[in-house]
């Protein structure tokens, strides 16, 4: 029962410390290249993404937790084309440990590829769909559950806001 108060009051903490401002260092400028992996036997437990109307762009901060594994690692190739719809899901028992993703002002939009690994031996389970976790231009927070990780993501864009709004599929381990 102290353990699960002890995450709760921390959670609790991380929200209200995120909603103050950047916490934690950006993975990529406005404009720039974005090359985040966690280290091995990580996965990606927290992402957090502002919008900057006169760049129009985002930049990301990412957290990572142990896992179980995290060997058995895949990059995919881009998936998306500029000003495209896209949803990727991890190959087989990963999930998602790495993104990367480089902007081109033309079309003020980025292309995407993504980094999995399996994180357990047990096939994951029990996966939901979130509500997208971001309005257009403004900030982006997913925290992912102690026992879950992120198994897809799926990106709409609009290009008369030139942003882009995410949903996440999340597994139990």
């Not at 919008?51 to 998936?79: K, P």
């Not at 096939?123 to 102690?146: A, I, M, Q, R």
């Amino acid at each position: 029962m102290a353990s699960v108060l002890v995450k709760l009051v921390t959670l609790v903490a991380m929200v209200m410390v995120s909603e103050s401002g950047p916490t934690f260092p950006w993975v990529n400028e406005y404009d720039g290249q974005m090359d985040f992996k966690c280290p091995d036997k990580q996965i990606i437990m927290y992402l957090s993404s502002i919008h900057d109307d006169q760049r129009e762009d985002r930049i990301w901060e990412m957290l990572c937790r142990t896992a179980e594994f995290g060997d058995y690692c895949v990059q995919s190739d881009y998936v998306n084309n500029f000003d495209q719809t896209f949803n990727y899901t991890c190959p087989g028992n990963k999930v998602l440990t790495g993104i990367s993703s480089y902007h081109y002002d033309s079309y003020e939009d980025r292309r995407f590829r993504f980094t999995c690994c399996r994180a357990s031996k047990r096939w994951l389970s029990e996966c939901y769909t979130t509500d997208f976790v971001n309005e257009w231009d403004l900030k982006l927070t997913l925290f992912v559950p102690e026992g879950q990780a992120i198994k897809s993501i799926y990106s709409i864009n609009d290009d008369t806001r030139s942003d882009r709004r995410f949903k996440f599929v999340l597994c139990n381990l």
